[in-house]
């Protein structure tokens, strides 16, 4: 058994609790301290379960502040940092670029200083673990997929953050040898998400019988990959990964936004036992996005063919269980969407 302190960044976060809950229960031998500010979008309830669990570790810490980092890198003797704290809405990015810049940027970069210094003497058996999005390839308009060699291209100030933060790892592996891997990963869904993304927004106002905002006409393409699947990818490659290489996640799963909404809408009828075709009464087309990206698509062939990965579940039975989830934990939605959560709906779509 190799023991080993393992930092995760943004695990209170959607994907990064459900990385945290997978590493703290298949490595006992492994400590696993999660560092996360708990902005809007993270949450320890997401972790409940793992809480007390003897080698898992909680620290509140702003990747923003360069000292409050470096201190901890000082403090704990990381062997390899998973990388997933972020701002991480689109549309919150069209209102607050800033935001994305200092987290998605600044704290990367933080980070990735912290790491240097710590590590600096002896880099074997190191490693720092990036994990960023498909969206950094831009929007693809005449078929074909993204491939780890695709262009950078990224369309918003989301995207574009990300993309300078991918940019940054690349550059201090080059440049200080720091040990890194990266993947980018298709749009997730699963348990735990927040209200603002399309699936559990769209689920929440279902639930409570408010309009489905459709953007645009709904035509846009999206790649959809079941959380859990998308946390044991971080796994084999965290583990397996090559160093300095990138790997493209995604769950060969394209919709366009009106089809899965459908979806969404008649597995909704069935579970609240209301008269087919109600929900998607509720479907109302609104102002598109500024810059909407028209489609994404990952060629995961090369985590599949290298590491042995591939999606455990189909997309019919992943939108089930996640639709149970949120009707079955109607509390953990009501706590996320009090507070400032009506204000930011108001202004994000009341003007639409
Ligand atoms: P999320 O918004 O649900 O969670 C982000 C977490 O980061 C939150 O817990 C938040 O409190 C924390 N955080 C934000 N700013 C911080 C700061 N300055 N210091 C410390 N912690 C901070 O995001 P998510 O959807 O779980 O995404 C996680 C990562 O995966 C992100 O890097 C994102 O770019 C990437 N990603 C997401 C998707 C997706 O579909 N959601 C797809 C591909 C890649
Ligand atoms: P989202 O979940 O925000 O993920 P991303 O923009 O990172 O892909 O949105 C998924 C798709 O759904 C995207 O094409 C935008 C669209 N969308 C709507 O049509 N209405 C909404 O209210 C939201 C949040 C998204």
Known sequence: MTKKSILITGGAGFIGSHVVRLFVQKYPEYHIFNLD??????????????????????IKADLVDAVAIESLFQKHQFDGVIHLAAESHVDRSISNPMDFVMTNVVGTVNLLNAAKNAWKAD??????????TDEVYGSLHDGGFF????????????????????????????????????????????????????????????????????????????DWLYVVDHARAIDMVYHKGKNGETYNIGGFNEWTNIDLIKV??????????????????????????AGHDLRYAIDA??????????????????IEKTIDWYLTNQQWMDEVTSGDYANYYDNLYGNR
């Not at 993270?42 to 570790?57: C, H, R, S, V, W």
């Not at 880099?123 to 960023?132: A, D, E, P, R």
């Not at 592996?173 to 298709?186: A, G």
């Not at 909704?268 to 209301?274: A, E, H, Q």
Request: with cysteine; glycine share 6%.
């Open 37 to 58: 500010k708990l902005t809007y979008a993270g949450n320890l309830k997401n972790l409940t379960d793992i809480e007390q669990a003897p080698n898992y570790t909680f």
């Open 123 to 132: 880099f074997n058996n190191k490693l720092f673990y990036h994990v960023s």
């Open 147 to 222: 491939l780890e060699t695709t262009p950078y291209d990224p369309q918003s100030p989301y995207s574009a953050s990300k993309a300078s933060s991918d940019h940054f790892v690349r550059a201090y592996h080059n440049t200080y040898k720091i040990p890194v891997v990266i993947s980018n990963c298709s749009n997730n869904y699963g348990p735990n998400q927040f209200p603002e993304k399309l699936i559990p927004l769209f689920i929440n106002n279902i639930r409570n019988n408010k309009p489905l905002p459709v953007y645009g006409k709904g035509e846009n393409v999206r």
């Open 264 to 289: 969404v809408c008649k597995t909704m009828d069935v579970k609240l036992g209301r008269t087919p075709g109600t929900s998607e009464q509720l479907i109302t087309y609104v102002t598109d996005r």
């Open 301 to 318: 062939h090369k985590i599949m063919r290298e590491l042995g990965w591939e999606p455990s579940l189909q997309f019919e039975e992943g």
